[in-house]
């Protein structure tokens, strides 16, 4: 019962492909776990953010990673927007952009 994990973009996965090291070693050890057991794996590593939203939370020693993802049928997830938090709230801008793209990926 794998799931498979896509990228909305390639820019997304450029974006991820070059967070700082540490962030990103984690982000890889969730994405793993994800593929292996589905994306329910709770806190702290995923969270829900509502109507088919959800975040992965990579922290680092350099900082924090989200990676917000939405599932679809025949097990795939797919991340949809990636950033290195600054602040510690996470910025609408960033939910909104992702937001915009799950209800692309909807349709």
């Given amino acids: 019962m794998s799931y498979t994990i896509s990228f909305y973009n390639s820019s997304v996965q450029k974006e991820i492909d070059r967070w700082p090291t540490g962030i990103y070693a984690k982000f890889l050890r969730i994405a ?4 292996q057991s589905g994306p329910n794996l709770g806190l702290p590593y995923t969270r829900a953010l509502g109507d088919g939203l959800f975040e992965i939370r990579a922290k680092g020693h350099e ?16 991340i949809l927007h990636g950033f290195i938090k600054k602040t510690q709230k996470t910025p609408l801008k960033e939910i909104q952009l992702a937001r915009k793209r799950l209800k692309e990926v909807k349709k």
């Fill in 32 to 35: 793993e776990q994800i593929e």
């Fill in 63 to 78: 900082g924090t990673g989200r990676a917000f993802f939405c599932c679809v049928i025949d097990r795939e997830v797919i």
